[in-house]
């Protein structure tokens, strides 16, 4: 049993990630399909509130982590906490009272990604502040757990309270596991230090501090860079991936929701594997490995369509979820320490809001270039391209100095 199983500061705030993280997943499928069933929406609407889901990384990003920089983190987390869930059950009333519509939904959706973006980027940098940086890659793997066990239960348990109770319920129990997170924080027996208060205007010279710190450093730089690389061409693929799978390889509902939980149960294993690794694996190779597995899962995407009408076809899917999601959890996990290790706490918010707007942004563009491309090429061509691309992020990493990083807290 590692020490962070007896730190109840720790366990306190991996409690709140792993409500917020399950009540975001259930949130999600929740929120689509009241899109779909209560408004009747259209591909377009959809697209509309995807787009909500990134905008706000655009329009908020920056300020956000110098909010993140300049506050204790720990009302922050609590507060963000507290306003998604006021949002979310005014959503709920609304949709009780039949008088949702879409730009109500759009409207709600995009000030709780606002949110998350806060709670996310400070809940980075509060780790740091509560644990020894020995712990911090056994801290990581444990919180990817959570998220990936959330991504395996969230959305069938989303699916089922809107088919037996209703999408407005789904949405309450989204609204009270932002509650039991906020109550645990809350409860946190951690004294913060002060920092700095709100006062002055946030200047663009303190926005921009993120990026630099990111883009400057010979290690986070290619890093970012591989991640806005796998942002635009992962996001093309995840946007057609049910279409593909669905559509062309003519793989049945059930068997697409068994083939995407082999990729939450990956991505599971792999963060009850990642501290054992990382204490016998080089941090950089590690990391690079992570990301061609993921690289490889890709490529798997498209070669099954190439073997539509045979028993491959299944079986080279699941391979793709194991092994993508696999590399990413144990990549993610190493990379986010990493961050945690090297990065004045000072400007650790304003660093993860860059990183996140690198991973977040590009996604959209990605997708509707692929989507004008694939009018006129068809899905296969174009995923193979994206397949690619995506091949080019272990490759940006392998010719950086990441490659030989021993270890995630070495100077």
């Not at 500061?9 to 975001?24: D, E, K, P």
């Not at 062309?248 to 990729?263: C, D, K, R, T, Y």
Request: with cysteine.
């Amino acid at each position: 049993m590692t020490p962070l199983w007896r730190h109840s500061g720790f366990l306190h705030l991996w409690g709140a990630q792993a409500a917020s993280t399950l009540g975001t997943r259930i949130g999600r499928e929740a929120i689509t399909l009241a899109a779909v069933i209560l408004l009747g929406a259209s591909p377009m609407d959809l697209a509309w509130l995807n787009l909500a889901n990134a905008l706000p990384y655009a329009v908020f990003g920056l300020a956000a982590g110098v909010l993140i920089d300049r506050v204790r983190r720990r009302p922050l987390l609590i507060a963000t906490d507290l306003i998604r869930a006021a949002l979310l059950l005014l959503l709920c009333w609304v949709a009780w009272s039949g008088a949702l519509h879409l730009a109500i939904l759009l409207g709600v959706m995009f000030l709780v990604t606002s949110c998350t973006i806060v709670f996310d980027a400070a809940h980075h940098s509060f780790l740091p502040t509560l644990i020894e940086k020995r712990h911090l890659v056994d801290a990581n793997a444990k919180q990817e757990s959570t998220a990936a066990a959330s991504e395996i239960v969230g959305p069938p348990i989303g699916g089922v309270l809107v088919q037996s109770l209703g999408a407005p319920f789904a949405i309450l129990c989204d609204a009270l596991s932002y509650l039991a997170s906020a109550l645990l924080i809350w409860r946190l027996p951690h004294s913060e230090p002060p920092r700095d208060t709100l006062g002055g205007r946030v200047t663009f010279a303190e926005m921009k501090v993120g990026f630099q710190v990111v883009f400057r450093h010979r290690l986070f730089r290619p890093l970012a860079i591989a991640k806005t690389i796998r942002a635009i061409c992962g996001g093309a693929v995840g946007a057609f991936y049910v279409l593909y799978v669905f559509g062309e390889l003519q793989v049945s509902a059930a068997m697409l929701g068994v083939i995407v939980g082999f990729g939450g149960v990956a991505a599971l294993a792999a963060a009850f594997v990642t501290t054992r690794i990382a204490a016998v694996t080089p941090a950089g190779p590690g990391i690079i490995a992570g990301f061609a597995a993921a690289a490889i899962g890709n490529a798997l995407l498209p070669l099954a369509g190439l073997m539509i009408g045979t028993w491959t076809v299944i079986p080279l899917l699941i391979l793709g979820q194991l092994l993508g999601d696999f590399g990413l959890a144990y990549a993610f996990s190493m990379e986010r320490a990493l961050r945690q290790h090297r990065i004045d706490n000072a400007l650790l918010g304003r660093a993860a809001i860059a990183i996140a707007m690198c991973g977040n942004v590009p996604g959209p563009i990605g997708a509707i270039l692929a989507g004008i491309a694939a009018e006129y090429v068809g899905l296969t061509p174009v995923l193979w391209v994206c397949a690619a691309g995506y091949a080019l992020s272990p490759l940006v990493i392998l010719l950086s100095d990441v490659r030989r990083l021993k270890r995630v807290g070495e100077e």
